[in-house]
C-alpha cells in the first residue's frame, strides 16, 4: 500500500517534470567557434528567432527552428583514426554538425612562441557547432582532436550568420539547449 502509493508520488513529480521541461526550451542554443580580438574562442549563442511547435507535415508537435538558413556544397568526412587537425582556422564560416563520435577543441594563447594549448571543450555526437573562426578574424585558429570513427557534416553558410543572441563567452553548457 505504501509502495504503491510512493510509485504514484514518485510518477506523479518525473510527469510534472518531464512536462515542464520543454516549456523552458525558448531557444535552440549552440556553440560557436568566433574570432575575438584576432583570437579563437568559444560562445554560446541563443539562436533566433525562438523555437516554434512544428505545425508541418511529419514533425506536428516538434520544436522546431526553421531558421538554418541556405547553405553551399556540404561534405561529410569520417575520421577512421585519432586525428589531430593541428592549429587552423575554419576554412569558411559554416555549421559542423557532429554525427558520430566525438572532437576536443583547443585554443593556443596570444603569445606565439607558446605551444600550450588550453581551454578543451567537447564536442559529441548530436552537437551542431558553428564555426567562424575564418583567418580574417582570428590569426592562429584552434585545434581540434578528432576520436576514431567520428564522423561530421561541414555546411557553409550562404548568407549571414544567423540571427542569435550570445548568452555567454565559452561553450555551451551540457546538455545543449
Ligand atoms: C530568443 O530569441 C528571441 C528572438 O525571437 C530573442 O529576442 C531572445 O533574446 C532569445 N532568447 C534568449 C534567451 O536569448
Ligand atoms: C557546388 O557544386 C557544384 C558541382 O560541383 C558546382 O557546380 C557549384 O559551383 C558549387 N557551388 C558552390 C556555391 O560552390
Ligand atoms: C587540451 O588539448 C590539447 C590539444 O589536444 C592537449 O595537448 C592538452 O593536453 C589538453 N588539455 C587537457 C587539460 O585536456
Not at 575554419?90 to 606565439?112: H, R
Not at 570513427?149 to 550568420?161: A, C, N
Request: negative net charge; glycine residues 10%; proline residues 5%.
Amino acid at each position: 500500500m505504501l509502495v504503491a502509493l510512493l510509485w504514484t508520488l514518485a510518477s506523479a513529480l518525473t510527469g510534472a517534470v518531464a512536462s515542464r521541461a520543454p516549456a523552458q526550451l525558448k531557444n535552440l542554443t549552440l556553440t560557436a567557434l568566433v574570432g575575438k580580438h584576432g583570437r579563437s574562442a568559444l560562445e554560446c549563442w541563443a539562436m533566433a528567432p525562438e523555437l516554434v511547435e512544428s505545425t508541418a507535415t511529419g514533425t506536428v508537435g516538434a520544436l522546431s527552428y526553421g531558421h538554418i538558413g541556405m547553405t553551399g556544397n556540404s561534405s561529410y568526412s569520417l575520421f577512421t583514426a585519432l586525428s589531430n587537425a593541428g592549429l587552423h582556422n575554419a576554412p569558411t564560416a559554416q555549421y559542423v554538425m557532429i554525427l558520430t563520435g566525438s572532437g576536443e577543441l583547443s585554443f593556443p594563447s596570444a603569445d606565439p612562441a607558446d605551444p600550450c594549448l588550453r581551454g578543451n571543450y567537447t564536442v559529441v555526437a548530436g552537437d551542431i557547432l558553428i564555426a567562424v573562426d575564418t583567418a580574417d578574424v582570428s590569426s592562429r585558429g584552434h585545434n581540434s582532436v578528432w576520436q576514431a570513427g567520428t564522423s561530421v557534416l561541414q555546411m557553409p553558410f550562404m548568407g549571414d550568420t544567423p540571427n542569435h543572441v550570445v548568452l555567454h563567452e565559452g561553450g555551451c553548457h551540457k546538455p545543449h539547449m
